[in-house]
Protein backbone atom coordinates (compact mmCIF):
# COMPACT_ATOMS: atom_id res chain seq x y z
CA UNK A 1 0.00 0.00 0.00
CA UNK A 2 0.90 3.27 -1.08
CA UNK A 3 2.59 5.27 2.02
CA UNK A 4 0.05 8.47 3.69
CA UNK A 5 1.62 11.61 2.24
CA UNK A 6 2.22 13.77 5.33
CA UNK A 7 0.16 16.70 3.86
CA UNK A 8 -2.57 14.39 4.48
CA UNK A 9 -1.66 14.62 8.33
CA UNK A 10 -0.62 17.71 8.46
CA UNK A 11 -4.36 18.70 6.71
CA UNK A 12 -6.23 16.64 9.28
CA UNK A 13 -4.00 18.10 11.97
CA UNK A 14 -4.88 21.54 11.10
CA UNK A 15 -8.98 20.64 10.83
CA UNK A 16 -8.82 19.18 13.99
CA UNK A 17 -6.29 21.53 16.26
CA UNK A 18 -3.90 18.12 17.01
CA UNK A 19 -5.17 15.19 17.82
CA UNK A 20 -9.27 14.92 18.52
CA UNK A 21 -10.13 11.44 18.98
CA UNK A 22 -14.07 12.45 18.71
CA UNK A 23 -13.14 14.18 15.29
CA UNK A 24 -10.95 11.58 14.14
CA UNK A 25 -13.56 9.48 12.11
CA UNK A 26 -15.52 12.52 10.24
CA UNK A 27 -11.87 13.80 9.23
CA UNK A 28 -10.82 10.55 8.27
CA UNK A 29 -13.88 10.46 5.99
CA UNK A 30 -13.57 13.74 4.98
CA UNK A 31 -9.92 13.53 3.54
CA UNK A 32 -10.69 10.03 2.00
CA UNK A 33 -8.05 8.32 4.07
CA UNK A 34 -7.98 4.58 3.40
CA UNK A 35 -5.56 3.81 6.26
CA UNK A 36 -6.15 5.46 9.33
CA UNK A 37 -3.64 3.69 11.34
CA UNK A 38 -1.27 5.58 9.29
CA UNK A 39 -3.05 8.46 9.76
CA UNK A 40 -2.79 8.25 13.48
CA UNK A 41 0.79 7.16 13.74
CA UNK A 42 1.66 10.62 11.31
CA UNK A 43 -0.80 12.74 13.95
CA UNK A 44 1.58 10.98 16.71
CA UNK A 45 4.40 11.75 15.29
CA UNK A 46 3.38 15.29 14.60
CA UNK A 47 2.13 15.88 18.35
CA UNK A 48 5.85 14.71 19.65
CA UNK A 49 7.53 16.68 17.64
CA UNK A 50 5.60 19.63 18.47
CA UNK A 51 5.92 18.69 22.01
CA UNK A 52 9.92 18.19 21.81
CA UNK A 53 9.87 21.67 20.57
CA UNK A 54 7.96 23.10 23.15
CA UNK A 55 5.06 24.04 21.07
CA UNK A 56 1.74 22.68 22.10
Known amino acids: ???L???TAVQA????????W???PIV????GVSDPEALIT???AIR???YA???D
Open 53 to 55: QGN
Open 48 to 50: DHQ
Open 5 to 7: PIA
Open 28 to 31: IDLL
Open 42 to 44: QLV
Open 13 to 20: WNLMGGID
Open 22 to 24: SAL
Open 1 to 3: MTP
